[in-house]
């Protein structure tokens, strides 16, 4: 019998937390992309003032899925919402709602919070992932393309405002 519990991540899941990214990394076929270290889960997760949360699905003892999320801002609506990073389940711990279990403290969490949204992404080839989302009456978001920035070009990006002449604005008279 399945006892689903959910719970806040703590320090102690650090390993816990890489080891389910690393999975989803695999899943999603991008294992070389997966770069967090213990430190990164500390600086980000377990810091004094988080701006990321994570959230730890057991099965009685067993944590069987995680999910990271964090909170963005809509200027249309004036108010925040809630972003899904990750959301993974182990994949002999399919089956038994652990993904349900977790996108329902999700909205829970969103809810609480006075969110106007709650978004997340996903891959396109992840039919049943899409089939889940569908169901649940959640839309995809397809005239809006996503973009990244990351690595050199990031860098190279941000190098740009080194070499303006940036002026602090003039104090009003």
Known sequence: ?????????TVD??????????????????EQEALATPAHVHRT??????????LICQDGDTPVGFAVYFFNYSTWQGRHGLYLEDLYVSPEHRGKGAGMALLRQLARIA??????????????????????YDSLG????????????????????????????????????
Not at 1 to 9: E, F, G, N
Not at 15 to 29: C, M, P, Q, S
Not at 115 to 132: H, K, Q
Not at 141 to 161: D, F, K
């Open 45 to 54: 997760l377990f810091c004094a003032n988080p701006k990321v949360h994570g």
């Open 13 to 30: 899941d650090t390993d816990l937390i890489l080891h389910f990214v690393r999975e989803l990394a695999i899943y999603e076929k991008a």
């Open 1 to 9: 019998m399945t006892h689903l519990a959910i719970r806040p991540a």
């Open 111 to 132: 809810v609480d919070h006075d969110c106007g949204r709650f978004e997340w992404s996903v891959l396109d080839w992840n039919t049943p992932s899409i089939a889940l």
């Open 138 to 173: 959640a839309r995809p978001q397809s005239e809006w393309i996503r973009y990244r920035l990351t690595g050199n070009e990031l860098h190279a990006l941000a190098a740009q405002v080194q070499s303006l002449d940036l002026q602090p604005p003039t104090p009003a008279p």
